[in-house]
């Protein structure tokens, strides 16, 4: 469990952002929250779980490098005469793909250290306490 200011000092970001990035990958479900003089942030599934794609979704929303894909909606008045158009859609799906193999612990400098912070306490082990924004 570790709370947003907690957060904000160890990253050096900005408590406004730390709060704003936090909230996001909460309501994606990738992070759960608790209320309370102990509350703070842990992750709501296993770090191995969760990949490069899914933080990036919850924060940008869909992943796409372009509009000119084959299954989404064109927003581009040169696709009827374009000839890289059919090409994205593959490319999209290919990169999607790679983010989607990508796992946090991959990612973490310090995995054991960084993670375990916000794993879930057991119920037997006291919770540090901090204060939830």
Known sequence: MMAAPTLADETVVPLPTVSKVLKQLSRAGLLASSRGVNGGYSLARAPEEISVADIIGAIEGPLSLTACVDDGETICEHTS???????????NRKVLAVLESIKLTEMAPKPMDFLSDFSRKPESEPAKPELML
């Open 81 to 91: 005469i374009c000839g890289m158009s059919g090409n994205w859609d593959r490319v």
